[in-house]
């Protein structure tokens, strides 16, 4: 890649989704001149790409696109239209003339989720217990002001899953603590909710465990927000740790840093108990809405636990002006 004079006229481009394991010769000087990293879209840019998809499609009138793209987010250019593609296949197989929102958004579900697994067998007691899992979940992600926005909870199962609670989070460049705390308590709000009802937990939670544990260690080594570790970050974004076998910190921070997460992993256990057990009449009722009904929406929980708890509004900052007199005598 040296050998081209300034006149030659060629342009050499490039693109890749693992920047992170590029030979470093690639990155030097005189190389390539321009980086440029393109982000997933944003809601905005969301809306644009479902237009360009969405043309040469037959969709009903009333289709609202801004509601589909923040149905969507973290999907990228080609996860939208795979979205389109598979929602107008739906539309054909049950022969309607348009496609509508529903359409849409069991195109999202499929995708997401996986298949409906229509014919799978489930116990009446697995399928209790699934119910009361899913509505532990949404009733800690209501009542939890930072956590995401619930857009609806079900018992059917899609590929792994034997049901979901499907939220639309809000798009955030930056999560504090308090954030991060309570998406870890609606993340144990199943596991814990199976305790209560059924006295012992099952294997149901294993990818919530998975996740809830990703996320403790996150804020011990990666983001400093353990008080007894301090301010201190582990997280190599260069990737050249990537070639040692030593950790870069001792073993007794090691010990230090497990006993951490298990602090916090116990804390958000305990917050959630406790939450659980105060409105344990409220999620009774979810769950045997959605054992009745299998599909409940946002709507469904707010009639049981009223509005959703939302994030208290930062105090407007007050800004005094202060008048200088300056004094026009001389001193004595």
Excluded at 92 to 120: M, P, T, Y
Excluded at 292 to 300: G, H, L, R, T
Excluded at 311 to 326: G, K, S
Aim: overall charge negative; proline content about 4%.
């Amino acid at each position: 890649m040296d050998g081209f004079g300034s006149n030659s006229g060629v342009i050499v481009l490039a693109a890749t989704n693992r920047a992170d394991i590029l030979d470093k010769a690639l990155m030097r000087a005189g190389r390539f001149d321009r980086q440029i990293h393109v982000d997933l879209p944003e809601l905005k840019e969301r809306v644009e790409i479902f237009k360009v998809h969405l043309k040469g499609l037959k969709v009903a009138k009333n289709f609202d696109v801004e509601f589909m793209a923040k149905h969507t987010p973290g999907f990228s250019g080609a996860d939208i239209a795979n979205v389109c593609n598979e929602a107008a296949l739906t539309a054909a197989r049950r022969n309607k003339k348009s496609i509508d929102r529903q359409d849409f958004l069991d195109a999202v579900d499929r995708i997401v989720g996986g298949i409906e697994k229509k014919n799978s067998i489930i116990t009446p007691a697995e399928k209790r217990s699934i119910a009361y899992h899913e509505a532990g979940h949404a009733v800690v992600s209501w009542l939890l002001p930072n956590a995401d926005p619930l857009f609806k909870v079900t018992l059917i199962p899609r590929g792994n899953a034997l049901g979901a609670a499907w939220y639309l989070p809000e798009e955030h460049k930056l999560q504090t603590r308090s954030q991060i705390e309570d998406e870890m308590c609606s993340l144990i709000g199943g596991r814990v909710a199976e305790e209560i009802i059924n006295g012992e937990p099952s294997t149901g939670a294993q990818n919530d465990l998975e996740r809830l544990t990703n996320m403790a260690y996150s804020m011990v080594q990666y983001f400093g927000m353990s008080d007894k570790i301090g301010n201190l970050s582990f997280y190599d974004s260069t990737g050249a740790r990537g070639y040692e076998f030593n950790k870069p910190y001792s073993e007794k921070t090691a010990e230090a840093m497990d006993a951490e997460v298990r602090r916090i992993v116990d804390e958000i256990h305990a917050k959630t108990l406790a939450l659980l057990t105060e409105y344990r009449s409220q999620w009774e009722s979810v769950a045997k809405l959605l054992l009745d009904k299998e599909v409940i929406f946002a709507e469904d929980v707010e009639a049981i636990l009223g509005p959703k708890v939302k994030p208290a509004e930062p105090a407007a900052e007050q800004v005094t002006e202060e008048t200088n007199t300056e004094s026009n005598e001389q001193p004595a």
